[in-house]
């Protein structure tokens, strides 16, 4: 039943130029647009106003952390909803920095690593439960780091406490330095999971999620794995948190450990497509859409991409652009694997062969062919 | 003898939350569903009973008579429908879907009920109460949920051990493909046992709001507390349950003893330590 089997079988021994490929010249051509992109995001503080800046912060704010969650669940197979404890531990590892004198923008970064070594004995406790107890249990850990903090009565306690050194930036230049502190953390990120997934790792996460059993018993370190995704998510999601500190000019516990984030970041992913880079940009898109045309409606926005969410899970697990792709074939982030035959494509459904298949909806093995391939090098 | 005081309300509130946590248990027992949504379904309970109740002029008591069968039957149809599909696509989406489920139930309630706290009063049986001595006081009503709660714990146990549907459910847990082979309807099964799971939770949830005060948030606590007393006690052990709530209950009343911003704090450390120490809780068995 694997596609080892299936697919290739049809022509492999009659025909000796089968090539397996990544990325062929639309992948050079995509990655210039992507530059391109890039360049034009860069420069967008100069063109629009600083209303639409603080937006796109906001936008980026999310993406990174639907990247960082998509990771975890869509490619690892880990469902956190307690995501939400490093977004508030970086956005206060910014503060504690700033409350010492460090540059709020500078400590950034750092605050990112603190929320990811504070993830590496988390993980410990929480990977001792598997499946929806891990689930629940990143719950009760956000949930202590909330109360935690809370209660810390120089950090503002209950009620926050403004982040200082960030008022003696004009607000042009506030406004310039948070969109391009926010535009490198998405960039970055995006970069990281990027390169996490093209590399032997991104074979090791897949495979573990597709099948611990089989994984583990090709060799696969399914807890090392788990663990180095498990910590990059914490960084994405600290440097995110830590970008909210700056943009927000203060941290407040229940808003910045607020469940809400991992809702957010879960139902983007959930819309747009596990399983795949594409889905979470396409998903928080599609957000900020919704949010901007029902803000003024209360939380009915988020009532409304909920109910979204759950539909588009059951009827199409891979997200929309997971339909996408399954119709056109395009990929953005070249991440899987393909079978050419010269210029032509052998295989009629491309998925079957590429590595960023959703969690959960993938027959057993599915892409095993490709994959198994490195697992044992 | 505030520390006596503190274990006894600790006790009482231990059966409470086994209360809570027996439909979580008997949902991931039978289904294998972790039914994220649980807390939010609690609460919406109590605001069932709160926007219907007063229209009937019967004593709010009768919410139990009113709200539980209708939780029952949708238990029920929710399973058949909405849950048996995701089921269907697998364990993964199912859990996202109960958590979509969650978010939802709790913004539609800030959305029509406001954030303002909200209780079911029930009259003079709530503030009455007997001493043990001068300074261990119980209220009666407490005592009546953990009672229920023992009740209801023994009841599932019952039913699961002696009735035909009851061994029923067990088969299509242990086996859902053998148990179709000789004619079970596992859906159908399933959907009883989602409707014995939401009844229970009709229960726990009115009872939460003519204890306290209950806001639409509420249901994440709630649902973090039955949690955490299924995990301490051991999973898939019915009365380890009951034991995991009490010293969940006893460690809040003890950590509340010594700074009440330390009531929650104390209950989710004691179950971060069981889970460093005994991963499979107090009185886990085996793990699936």
């Known amino acids: 039943m694997t596609t080892q089997q299936r697919a290739p079988t049809r022509r492999i021994t009659a025909s000796g130029t089968l090539q397996v490929r990544r990325a062929g010249a639309s992948g050079i051509l995509v990655g210039a647009a992507g530059l391109v992109v890039l360049a034009l995001l860069a420069f967008m503080p100069v063109i629009v106003s600083e209303a639409d800046t603080t937006l796109l912060v906001n936008f980026f704010v999310l993406l990174t952390m639907a990247v960082m969650w998509n990771l975890l669940a869509g490619y690892a197979g880990m469902v956190s909803i307690g995501q939400q404890a490093f977004v508030g531990l970086g956005g206060y590892g910014v503060l504690v920095l700033a409350m010492n004198g460090f540059n709020p923008v500078a400590a950034i970064p750092v605050a990112a690593v603190v929320a990811a070594l504070i993830a590496l004995p988390v ?5 001792r439960l598997g499946g929806g107890y891990f689930a629940i249990a990143t719950w009760v850990v956000a949930d202590t780091a909330q109360i935690v903090v809370s209660s810390i009565t120089s950090l503002g306690g209950g009620t926050g406490h403004p982040v200082p050194g960030l008022s003696s930036m004009s607000p042009h230049t506030f406004a310039e330095t948070t969109y391009w502190a926010a535009l490198a953390v ?59 500190a700056v ?17 957010e970041m879960i139902f983007v992913s959930m819309i747009g497509g596990m399983g795949t880079l594409e889905g979470p940009i396409l998903g928080t898109v599609l957000f900020f859409v919704l949010q901007q045309n029902l803000a003024q409606d209360g939380a009915w926005y988020l009532i409304i991409f909920g109910a979204v969410a759950v539909l588009v899970s059951i009827w199409t697990p891979r997200g929309l652009w997971g339909a996408i792709r399954q119709r056109s074939g395009i990929e953005l982030f070249p991440v899987g694997y393909r079978l050419h035959e010269g210029a032509l494509h052998l295989v009629t459904q491309p998925q079957l062969l590429d590595g960023g298949s959703a969690a959960g909806s993938n027959g057993p093995g599915s892409g095993a062919g490709a994959r198994r391939r490195r697992l044992r090098p | 003898m505030e520390w006596a005081n503190a274990i006894v309300q600790g006790i009482v509130t231990g059966g409470f939350y086994a209360l809570f946590a027996c439909g979580l248990s008997l949902m991931f027992g039978v289904m294998g569903i972790i039914n994220l949504a649980h807390g939010d379904l609690a609460i919406i309970a109590a605001y069932v009973a709160i926007a219907l109740i007063p229209s009937t002029h019967l004593p709010m008591v009768w919410a139990f008579v009113v709200v539980v069968p209708i939780f029952a039957v949708g238990g029920y149809v929710v399973q058949r429908t909405l849950l048996q599909a995701s089921l269907d696509r697998s364990p993964f989406t199912t859990l996202l879907v109960a958590f979509g489920m969650s978010v939802i139930i709790e913004n539609v309630l800030l959305e029509v009920f406001s954030a303002n706290g909200q209780s079911i009063t029930i009259g003079t049986l709530i503030t009455k109460s007997f001493s ?15 009672a229920v709660a023992i009740m209801v714990l023994g009841g599932i146990q019952l039913f699961l051990s002696r009735t035909a549907t009851g061994r029923l459910v067990r088969a299509v847990a242990d086996d859902r493909e053998a148990a179709q082979l000789v004619g079970a309807n596992y859906r159908h099964v399933f959907g009883i046992a989602a409707a014995i799971a939401f009844a229970t939770v009709a229960l726990a949830g009115l009872s939460y709001g003519m204890l306290t005060e209950f806001v639409p948030t ?8 039955a949690f955490e007393s299924v995990v301490i006690g051991g999973i898939g052990n019915v009365w380890g349950t009951l034991v995991g709530g009490v010293v969940l209950g006893v460690a809040q009343q003890i950590g509340a003893q010594i700074n009440p911003a330390y009531q929650i704090l104390a209950g989710n450390l004691v179950f971060l330590a069981v889970l460093a120490v005994r991963p499979r809780g107090l009185f886990g068995m085996r793990t699936a």
């Open chain 1, 186 to 244: 998405v960039t970055i990120s995006l970069g990281i999971a990027y390169g996490l997934l093209r590399s032997p790792l991104g074979l090791l996460m897949a495979a573990v999620r597709d099948d611990e059993v089989s994984a583990r018993s090709a060799g696969a370190r399914v807890m090392t794995t788990r663990r180095i995704v498990y910590v990059v998510a914490a960084l994405g999601c600290g440097a995110a948190g830590a970008i909210l």
């Open chain 2, 132 to 146: 043990l001595n001068s300074t261990i006081t119980i209220s009666y009503f407490s005592v009546i949920v953990l």
């Open chain 1, 123 to 127: 993980s410990v406790l929480l990977f």
């Open chain 2, 218 to 225: 509420s249901g994440v606590t709630t649902l973090l507390f």
């Open chain 1, 247 to 263: 943009s927000q000019l203060q941290v407040q516990p229940s808003s910045i450990f607020s469940v809400q984030w991992a809702a």
